[in-house]
């Protein structure tokens, strides 16, 4: 199965074309920002302007407007192609990287917002063993047991902690991979990881 992948859910930006899980082509760019401006320029590139079959994308979490630009992208090609679109959740391919075929837990850790950090714990065989959370570094440290942390905030999780190996890796579509079956969601909405800033004003009584 030829599956295009899209990740643009936090500060990289990245897309690949895989044959049954093998790497074709792909590439990866740490942007900050300007997700929507380079995410289809990066896609026409890749062989056959990415077109595929399945398309995979990253629901999160991370950026706001990162997720947005991923699934928007990933929904438009899907209605052209008329290509099945499946969502991966982001801590679980950057847990996957950080195994890559090992049999360790390993806890992710990705810069979330208000200077918090979305945490999750993954078992030796890559299934999540504590459910996605949104933590202040002193509550991440206290309730991250795993010895090996992964993502873009693991070297400042393991500093607060003062004990673990710290893996700085942020997703990359080219390493899609190496997540298994059971984390390919046909249900494509985000995950936020956080309840958004802005609220819709109560309803006057």
Request: aromatic content about 4%; some cysteine; hydrophobic content about 50%.
């Amino acid at each position: 199965m030829l599956t295009l992948a899209i990740d643009s859910a936090t500060e990289a930006c990245s897309v690949a074309l895989l044959e049954d899980g093998r790497l074709l082509a792909g590439d990866f760019r740490m942007l900050g920002r300007g997700h929507a401006e380079h995410l289809v320029p990066m896609i026409a590139k890749l062989p056959g302007k990415g077109r595929a079959p399945r398309i995979a994308v990253a629901l999160g979490p991370g950026s706001f407007t990162g997720v947005r630009v991923g699934l928007a992208a990933a929904r438009a090609l899907a209605l052209a192609w008329r290509a099945e679109l499946v969502g991966y959740p982001t801590l679980a391919l950057v847990a996957a990287m950080a195994r890559r075929g090992g049999a360790e837990p390993v806890a992710a850790a990705m810069t979330g917002g208000h200077g918090e950090w979305f945490v999750q714990g993954f078992a030796a065989d890559g299934l999540a063993s504590r459910p996605l959370a949104s933590l202040r570094p002193d509550d991440a440290a206290a309730q991250t047991p795993e010895r090996i942390i992964a993502g873009s905030q693991a070297a400042a999780l393991v500093a607060a902690r003062g004990h673990g190996e710290a893996l700085p890796l942020w997703p990359d579509a080219r390493e899609l991979g190496l997540l298994g079956d059971t984390h390919f969601l046909p249900d494509v909405q985000p995950l936020y990881g956080r309840a958004p800033d802005a609220r819709l004003p109560e309803p006057s009584r």
